[in-house]
Nanobody
């Protein structure tokens, strides 16, 4: 059974940093996209950062480029999202996802999802 469990969320002031972790069990595909998404109240879920596991190539939404960094530790089977320079508009529930089955990385067409971790940024 595949499980994705996020951690590391919390409340920070603007300009602060957080590192999110996503522990993955039961899934070790090395030729696939993994990604972080976020969803604020009354807004659609949006792709924040994606990584292609075989090459390690990372891509980012324009809104977080230069501030966030996605990485993966294949030995630990853990996905990370380092978030620096946080802004109030980054406030959302953050989800990790694995196994893209349709569309580009930023579409929410992933088979496996975590339960989410809340990030709140105050001004």
């Amino acid at each position: 059974q595949v499980q994705l469990v996020e951690s590391g969320g919390g409340s920070v002031q603007a300009g602060g940093s957080l590192r999110l972790s996503c522990d993955i069990s039961g899934y070790t595909d090395s030729n696939d996209w993994m990604a972080w998404f976020r969803q604020a109240p009354e807004k659609e879920r949006e792709g924040v950062a994606g990584i292609f596991t075989e090459s390690g190539s990372a891509v980012y939404a324009d809104s977080v480029k230069g501030r966030f960094a996605i990485s993966r530790d294949s030995a630990k089977n853990t996905l990370y999202l380092q978030m620096n320079g946080l802004k109030p508009e980054d406030t959302a529930m953050y989800y990790c996802a694995a196994w893209l089955y349709a569309g580009p990385w930023y579409t929410p067409a992933y088979k496996y999802w975590g339960q989410g971790t809340q990030v709140t940024v105050s001004s």
